[in-house]
C-alpha cells in the first residue's frame, strides 16, 4: 500500500479538495505511514484535535460545532474510499460517528430591512449595478459565486431566465422576475462602452472594465453593513430571505425551489420548510393574538 502522500498525488481530486487538510493533519499528528494502517481511533484524534482548533476567520475562537461535523464528514468520505478501493481491511467509517451540530434559526431579511439596503445605491453605473445584483441574489436565490460568474449569453431577458452553473458544475434554469429584468437592462445600457474582451462577456463589471470577483462583493457586505446597521447581513442571506418568501407566499413548492437552488438532494432543502412555518406562524401572530381578544 502507498502512503498517504502518494495516494492524495495519485490524482483523486475530490478528496484532495475536500479532504486534503484533514488527511495531512491525521498523518502528522500520529505519525501514521501508511493507509492501511488507519484506525478509528486515529479519526478520533482528529477530532479531538479540530474541537480545540481556532477558527482562523473568526479571529482565533474555536471551530463551530457545525464546521466540525463537516470537517468529520470529509472524514468519513475518505474512509469509505479507501474501504471501497482496498487500502483498508475494515469499514471503520461506519464506526464514526458524527458530532451533532447546532440548529440555528436564520432570521432572513425583512420586507423593510431590504428597502433600507436598496436605498443606499445611487444612480450611478456602479450604483445602478450592486442595485442589480442585490436583486437579482433576492429575486432568484443565487449563490454568490453563481451571480459573480453570470455571463451575458446566459441571460435571456425576453423569456425571463438565465442558466446558471451551478455546484458541479451542472448547468440549471432560472426564472428571473420582470423587475429584476428591467434593473438588469438599465445597468446594461449605463455601463461604459470599454475595449475590453471581458466586456462582451460577463455581465457584472468593475468601474475598471473588469468582472467583478467574490472580494469585490465581499467588500460591498461589508459597506452595507455599516450603511445599514444591519450587522447580520452577508451575502449568503439573499438566497435565505429568497428560499424562505417563496415557500411563505405559495410561489412553488419544495420541489421547484429545490430546482431553483440547484440542491442535490431535497433534504436540504427542506430545511426552508421549517423555517417558512416559523414566519408563517409570525404573520398570522400579527394579525390575530390570544390575548388581544380579551
Known sequence: MGSVVEFTNAGKSYLLSKCKEEVNVIKDGTGLPEISGLELSHAQKYQLHID????????????????????MRHIRVFLKYCHDEGFLPEPIYQWLRLPKA??????????????????????SEIGLRNRAFICLLLDCGLRLSEAVGLKIADINFEKGYIKVLGKGRKERIVPVGLKVR???????????????????KYFFMTKHSKPITMHCISSLMGRLKKRTGITRLHAHLFRHTF??????????????????????????????????????IIEKRKRLSYLDMQ
Open 243 to 280: 428560499a424562505t418568501n417563496f415557500l411563505v407566499h405559495g410561489l412553488g413548492d419544495v420541489y421547484e425551489l429545490s430546482r431553483i437552488l440547484g440542491h442535490s438532494q431535497i433534504q436540504v432543502t427542506e430545511k426552508y420548510l421549517h423555517l417558512a412555518s416559523y414566519y408563517t
Open 182 to 200: 428591467r434593473l438588469m437592462m438599465s445597468y446594461v445600457h449605463k455601463r461604459r462602452a470599454a475595449d475590453a474582451p471581458e466586456q462582451d
Open 102 to 123: 447546532e440548529r440555528l434559526t436564520i432570521e432572513i431579511l425583512t420586507d423593510a430591512e431590504i428597502e433600507i439596503i436598496l436605498q443606499t445605491f445611487t444612480k
Open 52 to 71: 480545540t482548533k481556532p477558527a482562523e476567520r473568526s479571529g482565533g475562537e474555536r471551530l463551530t460545532t457545525r464546521s466540525v461535523q463537516t470537517y
